[in-house]
T-cell receptor, first 111, second 114 residues
Framework: SQQGEEDPQALSIQEGENATMNCSYKTSINNLQWYRQNSGRGLVHLILIRSNEREKHSGRLRVTLDTSKKSSSLLITASRAADTASYFCATDKAAGNKLTFGGGTRVLVKP | DVKVTQSSRYLVKRTGEKVFLECVQDMDHENMFWYRQDPGLGLRLIYFSYDVKMKEKGDIPEGYSVSREKKERFSLILESASTNQTSMYLC?????????????FGPGTRLTVL
């Protein structure tokens, strides 16, 4: 079973709207990362949040982490058509030594 | 910029063939990874390496082997390709500072086994 599970699996919004997606995980982590994948391409790292952090910002991205609920959210503000992609969370388990990726959220931003 | 390159974007092989997928990174990263990505299953880790000549099994190593003779190069080998190994294969690398840091991905190789 996957360590990280994204919700929703797919999201469709209008340009300019905000997009929010969530990630839940099962075991204690060192850090949680979010990646973007444009169709048919490799993944691009967006943001990393450590287990002792609660919120992090990068441009139009805002990530929160709630270790008590074992969940994270990624907010993309003022979305653009170029934000159309799949978004994955990945966790580095505290007792482990590798990243485990979730199944991803497909985001479609309509112009 | 960190660059991770993979030897082919698209590859078509026949069942039973030995297949080599090559990955090269230019940032002197200690860690290198091979994943496969299938619809509905996300990314699954096949093998990873944290140093030259070192390797560890990931979640789905069966049917695969790897080789890391030089720090910058990590090869994935399908000893006898089967149709269920048709997939997108992604290579990644990362540095190590006591934690796993961001991974840098190559563009992927879409392998079709006929």
């Amino acid at each position: 079973s996957q360590q990280g599970e994204e919700d929703p699996q797919a999201l469709s919004i209008q340009e300019g709207e905000n997009a929010t997606m969530n990630c839940s995980y099962k075991t204690s982590i060192n850090n949680l990362q979010w990646y973007r994948q444009n169709s048919g391409r490799g993944l691009v790292h967006l943001i990393l949040i450590r287990s002792n952090e609660r919120e992090k910002h990068s441009g139009r991205l805002r990530v929160t982490l709630d270790t008590s609920k074992k969940s994270s959210s990624l907010l993309i503000t003022a979305s653009r058509a170029a934000d159309t992609a799949s978004y994955f969370c990945a966790t580095d388990k505290a007792a482990g030594n590798k990243l485990t990726f979730g199944g991803g959220t497909r985001v479609l931003v309509k112009p | 910029d960190v660059k991770v390159t993979q030897s082919s974007r698209y590859l078509v092989k026949r069942t039973g063939e030995k297949v080599f997928l090559e990955c090269v990174q230019d940032m002197d990263h200690e860690n290198m990874f091979w994943y496969r990505q299938d619809p509905g299953l996300g990314l699954r880790l096949i093998y990873f390496s944290y140093d030259v000549k070192m390797k560890e099994k990931g979640d789905i190593p069966e049917g695969y082997s790897v080789s890391r003779e030089k720090k910058e190069r990590f090869s994935l080998i399908l000893e006898s390709a089967s149709t269920n190994q048709t997939s997108m294969y992604l290579c990644a690398s990362s540095s190590w500072t006591g934690y796993y840091n961001e991974q840098f991905f190559g563009p992927g190789t879409r392998l079709t086994v006929l």
